[in-house]
């Protein structure tokens, strides 16, 4: 496959309206949250495919380690990733993400855990911390990845949702996290949802169907039947409005939620996508740190 270059990432994406696209020195372009881009005190950037040293089905940008692409490559990925946005990719704290909806409260001693040492990543899907200089990271590849800021109390999180953690609250339950460990009031509480799975691409059989139904009811904003004559009882579901409706309940303003709109299945020259590439692909991420 065709990899795009910075440009064409550029060009693509400039209707965009809350989707800023900055483009380092060594040529990683990284989307940002034009609303997290305004808080002061906060890094922050989800990654493309553009622009690292990975080859094959890994290119060009992987962050995977456990994928079986070369670590050395990986690393050097992530070299290239922390100059675009600012930080340094050594003290990440990285999860094993597994879809379910445990959060961690992320600590100095947790700086570098799951990228440069080894520590507690098992079957975790989302963090939080109010560490300085800690970055947070969230893995996906179709999946959503959501990054949070309180610029109030000064914390940030991570949470990943694939359908699985959506259904499951995994949104709503970072909130309620940062709620309990910081004292953060959810109407100070931003929230970003980044590039995956759009509503456009995005489809389930009937029994992922039947949960979100559950979930979010029978509105049409979440869930809709494919009505062409080869659908086989398929839908299509938007994890993005899923996402937002579980924000709004946990509490945050709508104006503090910033959804990207980008799909990486559509994308998938610009995106690692699961579903496009049949599940031979890398990683894509967002990052969030403060400071």
């Not at 692409?69 to 597994?98: F, H, M, T, W």
């Not at 507690?120 to 963090?127: C, N, S, V």
């Not at 000064?154 to 309990?180: D, L, P, R, S």
């Not at 559950?214 to 839908?235: H, L, M, Q």
Request: glycine fraction near 12%; aromatic fraction near 6%.
């Amino acid at each position: 496959m065709r990899i795009i270059s910075c440009d064409e990432a550029k060009s693509r994406l400039k209707d965009n309206k809350d989707t800023i696209v900055t483009v380092s020195k060594s040529s990683v372009p990284v989307l940002e949250s034009r609303m997290l881009s305004e808080l002061k005190g906060f890094r922050h950037g989800f990654s493309t495919r553009i622009g690292g040293v990975s080859q094959d089905i890994y290119a060009e940008m992987n962050v995977g380690l456990k994928l079986g692409d070369d670590r050395d490559s990986v690393l050097k990925n992530y070299g290239l990733l922390g100059e675009a946005i600012g930080i340094d990719c050594s003290r990440i704290s990285a999860p094993n993400q597994v879809h379910d909806t445990v959060i961690i409260r992320a600590f100095e001693e947790d700086a570098g855990v799951g990228i440069v040492k080894p520590g507690r990543t098992e079957g975790i899907d989302g963090q939080i911390t109010d560490v300085k200089n800690l970055p947070l990271i969230v893995y996906g590849a179709d999946c959503v990845p959501m990054i949070f800021a309180d610029p109030v109390r000064g914390a940030v999180g991570t949470a990943h949702g694939g359908w699985k953690g959506t259904v499951n609250g995994i949104a709503q339950k970072t909130v309620e996290a940062m709620t309990k460990e910081f004292g953060s009031d959810p109407k100070d509480i931003r929230a970003a949802i980044g590039p995956s799975a759009g509503m456009c691409c995005y489809e389930v059989d009937l029994g992922v169907a039947e949960r979100f139904l559950e979930v979010f009811g029978d509105n049409g904003e979440v869930v809709r039947p494919r009505t062409e004559p080869d659908s086989d009882g398929k839908y299509m579901i938007n994890l993005w409005e899923a996402n937002r409706i579980l924000l709004l309940k946990a509490g945050l303003i709508r104006e503090h939620i910033s959804v990207l709109g980008v799909c990486t299945i559509c994308n998938s020259d610009m995106f690692h996508s699961h579903r496009a590439s049949g599940g031979r692909r890398g990683l894509n991420c967002g990052i969030v740190m403060i400071g």
